[in-house]
């Protein structure tokens, strides 16, 4: 072998690379970074979203509503029995009429247990529609994220999608646990002491309630402001959660680059920015409390003042008087309360709006409207299908074209090799084939059925995809096989592992094929993660496999026993391999060579050898890297 | 995969033996910075309850005295303290607030950073002990529990029990009989909530860490994605989600229940003495033991301890969450950071180097003596009892300016081996020397300075192009950067928008396996480091940028001491010698070519065709 036998095979290949062969295969969309990756949250979408999430809950919220209205009647009346004790009550005793005594201390005594009961009954019931609500919301947001495509969270960072369903969730579980209840009881109370109020003396009643213009109008203040802070602090948040993830996914690098002082600093922007929106929050809520409390003491000692002029001019009892100014010191009491509500529904609103975004946004490759599914196939035939690619083309949504019009078929049971220089276009095919995106022109059909047709299930049955990527779930190998079926026995998922090469490191492992990969996470080097990969394809058993440079980690041994187990476990099957290592050509029965886009050569690995294309070039070069 | 939750992989340590007490102490030094703001919110607070106290006060006075008596002028006089301390009452309300509000959010913000700082300095074994869930909603959820447990729970505790005790003392200068009757229940209170804090403090941690576990889930359903996609699975993963929320779910009902019976206690007992007390008050007025005024404002007193006494309920509910936030808080910050073991190594009197029964002695090893591995041997810190040694007694001498390849079967262990040069995981025996130094002895930041690495997987991070690659080397100069992306034929980043200030990574344009692979091959020699390890540099390269990246690779090579793992032949090509790693020990040493004549394992590994005797070589 020689060095620059190798460079001048190449030089006829590649003189330098185009800038456009360059272009990532992915979607090359630039995020732009900050705030504007926010998905637009359609209009009433926030308010949609919390009505059907209240929705199937109806029954329950009304009962509770009950029970709170109950329960605040119940506690509300005591001032009443106060006063009536003291007017009526204690004249009676003295004539020796103990009656109204005794029924006073009876209602009190009454209405205490029922507010008690009642109170217990709310709270176990309110939580359990508010866990429901939770739940549901959890529930709603994993689906979709799981739904949405490919190009969707290359877009909006896992650390986004973790923030929606994690701090956004808690957000709303604030206001639920502690905030509806608040404001139940608030707005109960209000309303009761109102028109105890207007009963118990009209005059004083009105001009107590005349109160709630002004402080209407500052909670309106208030709300416009927390608003403004409160999605800030929502984007900061999901900031600090990106960034932490960043790094936690990626400590050994950070470790071994002496990240650790440039992170932190990048860190503290973040974290620094959400403190920032944080304290503003509490802020702009302790100016709050103050106007409306101080308003709210300024009209008290105006109704007292008047109350007590009223009692000296004789029109008005010095009972009266007395309940009117314990209910009215009730009346304003839920001030704060209504502050810490408003914080906590601000703050969930700034959320629900996060999370209506991303639940509003449409897949863009969404499951059929009217699911097709797959021909049967006949007895006896090849559990390979025909792939056709029909007129298709693809861009992004840039409008930057990828792949230009093109037909092809590939007949059931082939295996085709796909190569070519990075950034020809080769992934993407593999995509279209996979359904990660739909074309933008013309169908990609198997058995003559178009792709967009098929429900995910009947789509898998018929298409699997293994890329060069080897992330592990938590759980045990034998689980992470199992991901290819989630219904195969141990026996099936032994036999996958043994077809493919895998099974005598798995049976190595301290706990054999029930080792749990998190803790040894790091250990499972990236080939044999490869290999659980490859186990996990062979376990779905799919019409067509797709493999995306799913071999670049293993060794030669390992390559091997992959393409043995192809030749034997798949055979029959119709397969698209992408590589760049030439050694998994040679089992194809075709080869693609594409270069920008375009399929430049098509033919049997031996024909396209002995010519004089690029594949021969190609090939030549490799066999010279061998020895 | 199976639908059923996990046993969750992250330590649990065994609920605290000790008190929520003691678990909020530990919050002092962060506490310490702004004790001043939160005493003079306490104080506020403290002074906004008692005027709400005395405000009945003076209300009973205007009812018993101006009111009574028909006295305009003294109703006037009574009306401006009435406004007074209303105003005053909303000025201390608001003042509570101000003036904590930097301050915790300050306080809250030091402990995610410190957070934040422990963990990247925490040893890559801790990383790989704990879900990344479980550290996240320690960052997140934790860290807002312990924040508003400062903000409410921490002075409403102090200050109702102030107003309380204020409020049962006036209370008892007018009417001690009555007050007896109304603080009685406070005994079973205090009984009920002892017992109610030791459940609910176990409630919450589990819903804190089963929390964790969501994150965990909800995390690797984002980052496997493309897998979940390829194989239709987002149902079984969804099942698996939706089983661990429904557990949280149990969790938190759990807690709903325990908050409704001490609810319904706290309320219901002193309403329950209210009543009596109501009763027994008339009994006395009409009796002319007591005045009407007297018993109006007892009861208006009373009735505004109702919030205090309720609040209980809340405040130790949030206590205890904050209790074992604050635990779970400090399991991470209470980790030793790696070069805190170091020092307490060197303190113990431990020798960092353990007898290098090597045949040359450190003291006369020449200045230049390359990489030295001797008796190397190093098993995972969770690895099971009896399992073997992943490496064990290791020997390997690359020589300074040497390249080596490192083969080996699949997990072989190869790229531990990497992993232990810059002291991601400590040896544990032996001695791995740089130019005849232990490695052990070079701080840590220096010892990665010398030692540059690029990883199996490529993980760039959010940042723009140049400041990944130039992560290596921060102080390299501008032509460093074009002469490593040159090595790493990277200069497709230059038809980026923004060409090498595009912002890559997490949160910017997704690149390509292979072009993360050439950028972190970039990183990796853009400060010509006198010490290069590449894991499998080139694995997801085609051919041709293959090529291309070995010639250029090999100029940088030709004057670093380097160790590359490999799987082919074509990267076997980039070093001088070979070492071929197995059964924990390099059993053979040379180049290529001898070892493709003398080593049938090593024919095997590079060529795929069987040892002669057939026997699968392991």
Same mark, same amino acid.
């Given at each position: 072998m020689s060095v620059t036998e190798t460079e001048e095979s190449l030089a006829l290949e590649e003189q330098g690379p185009s800038p456009d062969a360059l272009?990532?295969?992915?979607?090359?969309?630039p995020a732009p970074?900050?705030?504007?990756?926010d998905i637009p949250v359609p209009p009433g979408a926030p308010r949609a979203l919390l009505r059907s999430l209240l929705g199937p809950h109806k029954a329950r919220i009304v009962v509770a509503m009950v029970m709170i209205t109950v329960q605040q009647a119940a506690l509300q009346v005591g001032p009443l029995l106060v006063s009536y004790a003291i007017d009526r009550g204690i004249p009676a005793l003295r004539d020796h009429d103990a009656g109204p005594l005794i029924a006073v201390t009876a209602g009190y005594l009454g209405c205490a247990a029922l507010a008690t009961l009642l109170q217990r009954s709310f709270i176990r019931l309110s939580g359990v529609v508010n866990q429901a609500i939770l739940l549901e919301m959890r529930r709603r947001i994993f689906r979709h994220a799981q739904a949405l495509s490919l190009d969707f969270h290359e877009r909006y960072t896992s650390g986004r999608i973790i923030s929606r369903a994690t701090s956004d969730v808690d957000t709303v579980r604030e206001l639920l646990n502690e905030g509806l209840q608040e404001l139940l009881s608030v707005i109960l109370s209000v309303f009761y002491i109102s028109v105890v109020l207007i009963v118990m003396d009209w005059r004083l009643g009105l001009a107590s309630l005349a109160s709630a213009l002004p402080i209407y109008l500052f909670t309106r203040g208030y709300r416009r402001r927390s608003q403004v802070i409160f999605r800030r602090s929502r984007t900061a948040v999901a900031q600090v959660i990106v960034r932490f993830t960043e790094t936690m996914n990626g400590i050994r690098p950070v470790q071994a680059f002496r990240r650790e002082a440039a992170n932190e600093s990048a860190f503290a922007v973040s974290n620094g920015q959400y403190a920032d929106s944080n304290a503003q929050g509490l802020l702009s809520m302790a100016r709050f409390v103050a106007t409306a409390r101080a308003t709210a003491n300024i009209w008290i000692t105006g109704i007292v003042i008047w109350g007590a002029f009223l009692v000296t001019q004789g029109s008005l009892e010095l009972g009266v008087l007395a309940a009117f100014v314990l209910y009215l010191r009730r009346l304003f009491d839920p001030v704060d309360q209504v502050a810490m509500f408003l914080n906590s529904y601000q703050s969930a609103s700034a959320a629900l709006e996060k999370i209506a975004g991303l639940l509003a946004h449409?897949?863009?490759?969404p499951e059929p409207a009217e699911p097709a599914e797959l021909p049967a196939k006949a007895?006896?035939?090849?559990?390979g299908r025909t792939v056709d690619f029909d007129g298709v083309a693809f861009s992004y949504r840039t409008g930057?074209?990828?792949?230009p019009r093109f037909d092809l078929r590939i007949p059931a049971g082939q295996s085709v090799a796909v190569v070519g220089a990075?950034?020809?276009?080769k992934s993407t095919l593999a995509k279209l084939l996979a359904r990660f995106y739909d074309p933008s022109e013309g169908q990609v059909t198997l058995d003559g059925v178009d *792709?967009?047709?098929?429900p995910t299930p009947e789509l898998r049955r018929g298409v699997v995809m293994v890329t060069q990527e080897s992330f592990l779930f938590s759980g045990t190998v034998a689980e992470n096989i199992a991901i290819?079926?989630?219904?195969?026995t141990r026996e099936e998922i032994e036999a996958a592992a043994k077809a493919i090469g895998a099974y005598e490191f798995i049976a190595e492992?301290?706990?054999?094929?029930?080792?749990d990969v998190r803790k040894r996470g790091g250990r499972i080097s990236a080939g044999q993660r490869q290999l659980v990969a490859f186990a996990r394809a062979l376990l779905a058993d799919p019409a067509v496999l797709i493999l995306d440079?799913?071999?670049?980690?293993?060794d030669i041994p390992g390559e091997q026993a992959v393409q043995r187990a192809m030749s034997t476990?798949?055979?029959?099957r119709t397969a698209v391999i992408i590589a760049h290592r030439l050694s998994t050509v040679e089992i194809a029965d075709r080869v693609l060579v594409m270069d920008q886009g375009n399929v430049v050569e098509d033919g049997t690995p031996a024909d396209l050898i002995s010519g004089t294309g690029r594949f021969a070039s190609l090939h030549q070069a490799w066999r010279e890297s061998l020895v | 995969m199976s639908t059923q939750p996990q046993a969750p992989s992250t330590p649990r340590q065994p609920p605290?033996?000790?008190s929520a007490i003691r678990s909020l102490l530990r919050l002092w030094p962060y506490v310490r910075q702004i004790r001043w703001f939160l005493f003079g919110s306490t104080v506020a607070a403290l002074l906004a309850s008692l005027s709400a106290l005395v405000i009945p006060l003076v209300l009973k006075s205007i009812v018993d005295g101006p009111v009574a008596h028909r006295d305009t002028a003294g109703l006037w006089q009574q009306g401006v303290l009435l406004l007074v301390l209303g105003l005053l009452e909303a000025g201390l309300f608001g003042m509570r607030r101000l003036l904590v509000a930097r301050p915790l959010a300050s306080v809250e913000r030091r402990m995610r950073a410190d957070l934040y700082a422990r963990l990247q300095r925490l040893p890559v074994s801790f990383h790989d002990r704990w879900a990344s869930g479980q550290l996240l909603s320690r960052a997140t959820s934790d860290m807002y529990t312990i924040r508003l447990f400062l903000a409410f729970p921490l002075i409403f505790l102090i200050v109702n029990s102030m107003v309380f005790l204020t409020g049962i003392g006036i209370m008892f200068s007018l009417d001690w009989q009555l007050a007896l009757i109304t603080v009685l229940p406070a005994v079973p209170l205090i009984v009920l909530c002892s017992w109610f804090e030791r459940r609910y403090s176990a409630a919450s941690r589990l819903s804190q860490d089963q929390n964790g576990d969501l994150a965990t889930v909800l995390e690797e359903s984002v980052l496997g994605i493309r897998i979940l996609k390829s194989f239709g699975r987002h149902r079984t993963m969804a099942a698996r989600y939706r089983a661990q929320a429904e557990l949280l779910r149990e969790t938190e009902l759990k807690k709903a229940r325990l908050l409704a019976d001490l609810w319904a206690v706290i309320v219901g007992l002193p309403e329950l003495a209210l009543g009596v007390s109501l009763a027994v008050g008339v009994v006395q007025v009409a009796h002319g033991s007591t005045t009407a005024g007297t018993l109006v404002g007892f009861l208006s007193t009373a009735l505004s301890l109702r919030w205090p006494v309720e609040s209980l309920g809340w405040l130790l509910a949030y206590s205890n969450e904050a209790a074992t936030a604050t635990d779970r808080f400090f399991e991470v910050l209470d980790a030793r950071p790696a070069d805190a073991e170091d020092e307490a190594r060197a303190a113990s009197g431990?020798?960092?180097?353990?007898?290098?029964?090597?045949?040359?002695a450190s003291t006369e090893?020449?200045?230049?003596?390359?990489i030295r591995l001797t008796g190397v041997r190093f098993r995972y810190p969770?690895?099971?009892?009896?399992?073997?040694?992943?490496?064990?007694?290791l020997d390997l001498h690359i020589r300074s300016g040497e390249t080596m390849a490192l083969v080996g079967l699949t997990g072989s262990g190869k790229t531990t081996l990497t992993a232990l040069l810059p002291r991601l995981y400590e040896i544990d025996s032996g001695r791995i020397t740089l130019d005849g130094q232990d490695i052990r002895e070079i701080p840590r930041a220096r010892l990665r300075e010398l030692v540059s690495m690029a990883f199996e997987e490529p993980t760039l991070f959010s940042a723009s192009v140049s400041e990944n690659v130039l992560?290596?080397?921060?102080?390299?100069?501008a032509e460093a950067l074009d002469r490593a992306l040159d090595v790493a034929q990277a200069q497709f980043v230059r038809t *980026?928008?923004?060409?090498?200030d595009t912002q890559v990574g997490e949160q910017g344009l997704s690149l390509s396996g292979g072009q993360r692979q050439r950028l972190a091959l970039a990183r990796a020699v853009v400060g010509a480091p006198e010490f290069l390890v590449l894991d499998?540099?080139?694995?997801? *390269?085609?051919v041709h940028t293959e090529a291309l990246v070995e010639q250029a690779l090999r100029q940088v090579l030709s004057d670093t001491t380097a160790l590359v793992v490999a799987h082919r032949p074509s990267t076997v090509l980039l070093a001088d010698r070979v070492a071929l790693l197995a059964d924990g020990r390099i059993t053979a040493v040379g180049t290529h070519h001898e070892l493709l004549e003398s080593s049938p394992d090593y024919r095997e590994l590079m060529s795929g065709e069987r040892a002669e005797d057939g026997s699968l070589v392991r």
């Amino acid at each position: 072998m020689s060095v620059t036998e190798t460079e001048e095979s190449l030089a006829l290949e590649e003189q330098g690379p185009s800038p456009d062969a360059l272009l990532p295969e992915e979607d090359r969309v630039p995020a732009p970074s900050g705030e504007a990756e926010d998905i637009p949250v359609p209009p009433g979408a926030p308010r949609a979203l919390l009505r059907s999430l209240l929705g199937p809950h109806k029954a329950r919220i009304v009962v509770a509503m009950v029970m709170i209205t109950v329960q605040q009647a119940a506690l509300q009346v005591g001032p009443l029995l106060v006063s009536y004790a003291i007017d009526r009550g204690i004249p009676a005793l003295r004539d020796h009429d103990a009656g109204p005594l005794i029924a006073v201390t009876a209602g009190y005594l009454g209405c205490a247990a029922l507010a008690t009961l009642l109170q217990r009954s709310f709270i176990r019931l309110s939580g359990v529609v508010n866990q429901a609500i939770l739940l549901e919301m959890r529930r709603r947001i994993f689906r979709h994220a799981q739904a949405l495509s490919l190009d969707f969270h290359e877009r909006y960072t896992s650390g986004r999608i973790i923030s929606r369903a994690t701090s956004d969730v808690d957000t709303v579980r604030e206001l639920l646990n502690e905030g509806l209840q608040e404001l139940l009881s608030v707005i109960l109370s209000v309303f009761y002491i109102s028109v105890v109020l207007i009963v118990m003396d009209w005059r004083l009643g009105l001009a107590s309630l005349a109160s709630a213009l002004p402080i209407y109008l500052f909670t309106r203040g208030y709300r416009r402001r927390s608003q403004v802070i409160f999605r800030r602090s929502r984007t900061a948040v999901a900031q600090v959660i990106v960034r932490f993830t960043e790094t936690m996914n990626g400590i050994r690098p950070v470790q071994a680059f002496r990240r650790e002082a440039a992170n932190e600093s990048a860190f503290a922007v973040s974290n620094g920015q959400y403190a920032d929106s944080n304290a503003q929050g509490l802020l702009s809520m302790a100016r709050f409390v103050a106007t409306a409390r101080a308003t709210a003491n300024i009209w008290i000692t105006g109704i007292v003042i008047w109350g007590a002029f009223l009692v000296t001019q004789g029109s008005l009892e010095l009972g009266v008087l007395a309940a009117f100014v314990l209910y009215l010191r009730r009346l304003f009491d839920p001030v704060d309360q209504v502050a810490m509500f408003l914080n906590s529904y601000q703050s969930a609103s700034a959320a629900l709006e996060k999370i209506a975004g991303l639940l509003a946004h449409e897949p863009s490759v969404p499951e059929p409207a009217e699911p097709a599914e797959l021909p049967a196939k006949a007895e006896g035939a090849i559990p390979g299908r025909t792939v056709d690619f029909d007129g298709v083309a693809f861009s992004y949504r840039t409008g930057k074209q990828i792949l230009p019009r093109f037909d092809l078929r590939i007949p059931a049971g082939q295996s085709v090799a796909v190569v070519g220089a990075t950034g020809a276009g080769k992934s993407t095919l593999a995509k279209l084939l996979a359904r990660f995106y739909d074309p933008s022109e013309g169908q990609v059909t198997l058995d003559g059925v178009d *792709l967009r047709s098929l429900p995910t299930p009947e789509l898998r049955r018929g298409v699997v995809m293994v890329t060069q990527e080897s992330f592990l779930f938590s759980g045990t190998v034998a689980e992470n096989i199992a991901i290819g079926r989630p219904d195969a026995t141990r026996e099936e998922i032994e036999a996958a592992a043994k077809a493919i090469g895998a099974y005598e490191f798995i049976a190595e492992l301290p706990e054999g094929f029930d080792t749990d990969v998190r803790k040894r996470g790091g250990r499972i080097s990236a080939g044999q993660r490869q290999l659980v990969a490859f186990a996990r394809a062979l376990l779905a058993d799919p019409a067509v496999l797709i493999l995306d440079e799913a071999t670049s980690s293993l060794d030669i041994p390992g390559e091997q026993a992959v393409q043995r187990a192809m030749s034997t476990v798949l055979a029959g099957r119709t397969a698209v391999i992408i590589a760049h290592r030439l050694s998994t050509v040679e089992i194809a029965d075709r080869v693609l060579v594409m270069d920008q886009g375009n399929v430049v050569e098509d033919g049997t690995p031996a024909d396209l050898i002995s010519g004089t294309g690029r594949f021969a070039s190609l090939h030549q070069a490799w066999r010279e890297s061998l020895v | 995969m199976s639908t059923q939750p996990q046993a969750p992989s992250t330590p649990r340590q065994p609920p605290p033996q000790h008190s929520a007490i003691r678990s909020l102490l530990r919050l002092w030094p962060y506490v310490r910075q702004i004790r001043w703001f939160l005493f003079g919110s306490t104080v506020a607070a403290l002074l906004a309850s008692l005027s709400a106290l005395v405000i009945p006060l003076v209300l009973k006075s205007i009812v018993d005295g101006p009111v009574a008596h028909r006295d305009t002028a003294g109703l006037w006089q009574q009306g401006v303290l009435l406004l007074v301390l209303g105003l005053l009452e909303a000025g201390l309300f608001g003042m509570r607030r101000l003036l904590v509000a930097r301050p915790l959010a300050s306080v809250e913000r030091r402990m995610r950073a410190d957070l934040y700082a422990r963990l990247q300095r925490l040893p890559v074994s801790f990383h790989d002990r704990w879900a990344s869930g479980q550290l996240l909603s320690r960052a997140t959820s934790d860290m807002y529990t312990i924040r508003l447990f400062l903000a409410f729970p921490l002075i409403f505790l102090i200050v109702n029990s102030m107003v309380f005790l204020t409020g049962i003392g006036i209370m008892f200068s007018l009417d001690w009989q009555l007050a007896l009757i109304t603080v009685l229940p406070a005994v079973p209170l205090i009984v009920l909530c002892s017992w109610f804090e030791r459940r609910y403090s176990a409630a919450s941690r589990l819903s804190q860490d089963q929390n964790g576990d969501l994150a965990t889930v909800l995390e690797e359903s984002v980052l496997g994605i493309r897998i979940l996609k390829s194989f239709g699975r987002h149902r079984t993963m969804a099942a698996r989600y939706r089983a661990q929320a429904e557990l949280l779910r149990e969790t938190e009902l759990k807690k709903a229940r325990l908050l409704a019976d001490l609810w319904a206690v706290i309320v219901g007992l002193p309403e329950l003495a209210l009543g009596v007390s109501l009763a027994v008050g008339v009994v006395q007025v009409a009796h002319g033991s007591t005045t009407a005024g007297t018993l109006v404002g007892f009861l208006s007193t009373a009735l505004s301890l109702r919030w205090p006494v309720e609040s209980l309920g809340w405040l130790l509910a949030y206590s205890n969450e904050a209790a074992t936030a604050t635990d779970r808080f400090f399991e991470v910050l209470d980790a030793r950071p790696a070069d805190a073991e170091d020092e307490a190594r060197a303190a113990s009197g431990t020798p960092t180097t353990e007898a290098a029964t090597s045949g040359t002695a450190s003291t006369e090893q020449p200045a230049r003596d390359g990489i030295r591995l001797t008796g190397v041997r190093f098993r995972y810190p969770d690895a099971p009892a009896g399992s073997p040694d992943l490496l064990s007694g290791l020997d390997l001498h690359i020589r300074s300016g040497e390249t080596m390849a490192l083969v080996g079967l699949t997990g072989s262990g190869k790229t531990t081996l990497t992993a232990l040069l810059p002291r991601l995981y400590e040896i544990d025996s032996g001695r791995i020397t740089l130019d005849g130094q232990d490695i052990r002895e070079i701080p840590r930041a220096r010892l990665r300075e010398l030692v540059s690495m690029a990883f199996e997987e490529p993980t760039l991070f959010s940042a723009s192009v140049s400041e990944n690659v130039l992560m290596g080397a921060p102080d390299a100069p501008a032509e460093a950067l074009d002469r490593a992306l040159d090595v790493a034929q990277a200069q497709f980043v230059r038809t *980026l928008p923004e060409g090498v200030d595009t912002q890559v990574g997490e949160q910017g344009l997704s690149l390509s396996g292979g072009q993360r692979q050439r950028l972190a091959l970039a990183r990796a020699v853009v400060g010509a480091p006198e010490f290069l390890v590449l894991d499998d540099p080139l694995s997801a *390269l085609d051919v041709h940028t293959e090529a291309l990246v070995e010639q250029a690779l090999r100029q940088v090579l030709s004057d670093t001491t380097a160790l590359v793992v490999a799987h082919r032949p074509s990267t076997v090509l980039l070093a001088d010698r070979v070492a071929l790693l197995a059964d924990g020990r390099i059993t053979a040493v040379g180049t290529h070519h001898e070892l493709l004549e003398s080593s049938p394992d090593y024919r095997e590994l590079m060529s795929g065709e069987r040892a002669e005797d057939g026997s699968l070589v392991r």
